[in-house]
Nanobody
Framework: EVQLQASGGGLVQAGGSLRLSCAASGFTFDDYTIGWFRQAPGKEREGVSSISASDGSTNYADSVNSRFTISSDNAKNTVYLQMNSLKPEDTAVYYC???????????????????WGQGTLVTVSS
C-alpha cells in the first residue's frame, strides 16, 4: 500500500521556523521526485519545493527561495522541508506528493504526481 505521511505542521509566530516531514512507503523511493505543495484558504494549491530522490536536485518557488530548504533521507524514505523566517502568507495546508522522476519534468505540475499525502496545517501568526 502506497502511503505518504506528512507531519510537522503547527502554529508559529512570524519569523519562526518549522520542519515538515513526508514519510513515504509502498513504492521505490529512489525513482521518485517528492514535491511539497501548499493551499492557502481561498487559493489554489501551489508548488513550494521539490527534490529528486535519485540525484538530490532541488527546486524552489520564488516565494520561499532562501527561506525554505528541502532535503531527503533516502535511508528513511523521508523528505524534510525546513521552513525558516516564516511569514503570515506562508499559512496553508502543506501537502507532499510523489512523481516518477523523468528527463522532462516540470516539478510544479501537479498532474505528474501519482501519490499524495493527507496534508499538514501550518499557521503563521503576525
Amino acid at each position: 500500500e502506497v502511503q505518504l505521511q506528512a507531519s510537522g505542521g503547527g502554529l508559529v509566530q512570524a519569523g519562526g521556523s518549522l520542519r515538515l516531514s513526508c514519510a513515504a512507503s509502498g513504492f521505490t523511493f529512489d525513482d521518485y521526485t517528492i514535491g511539497w505543495f501548499r493551499q492557502a484558504p481561498g487559493k489554489e494549491r501551489e508548488g513550494v519545493s521539490s527534490i529528486s530522490a535519485s540525484d538530490g536536485s532541488t527546486n524552489y518557488a520564488d516565494s520561499v527561495n532562501s527561506r525554505f530548504t528541502i532535503s531527503s533521507d533516502n535511508a528513511k524514505n523521508t523528505v524534510y522541508l525546513q521552513m525558516n523566517s516564516l511569514k503570515p502568507e506562508d499559512t496553508a495546508v502543506y501537502y507532499c506528493g510523489a512523481a516518477p522522476t523523468s528527463d522532462r519534468f516540470w516539478w510544479p505540475l501537479q498532474s505528474l504526481y501519482d501519490y499524495w499525502g493527507q496534508g499538514t496545517l501550518v499557521t503563521v501568526s503576525s
